[in-house]
């Protein structure tokens, strides 16, 4: 199934209102965190890195037994 690019921008619009869409430092410090530059800095590193194939196949896993028991199938 695909998705025309109105679809994905309603989605992408419900999603926002469903969220929020206030910065993630402003999140943050209102759960009583207090960011830094050097916390940043470690996170954009780890973001950085593609994803480990492990953590791929079982995220495919995950969705498979989601969509098996969405659609009457789970084992």
């Known amino acids: 199934m695909t998705s025309s690019a109105s679809e994905n921008?309603?989605?992408?619009a419900?999603?926002?209102e469903y969220v929020g869409t206030e910065p993630a430092e402003e999140?943050?410090?209102d759960a009583g965190m207090a960011p830094t530059e050097a916390?940043?800095?470690r996170w954009r590193e780890l973001l950085s890195q593609p994803i480990p194939e492990e953590a791929l196949a079982e995220g495919r896993r995950w969705l498979?037994?989601?969509?098996?028991?969405?659609?009457?199938?789970?084992?």
């Open 14 to 16: 419900g999603l926002a």
């Open 27 to 29: 999140v943050l410090r």
């Open 39 to 41: 916390g940043k800095q």
């Open 9 to 12: 921008a309603a989605a992408a």
């Open 64 to 75: 498979a037994e989601a969509r098996d028991e969405a659609h009457g199938e789970a084992a």
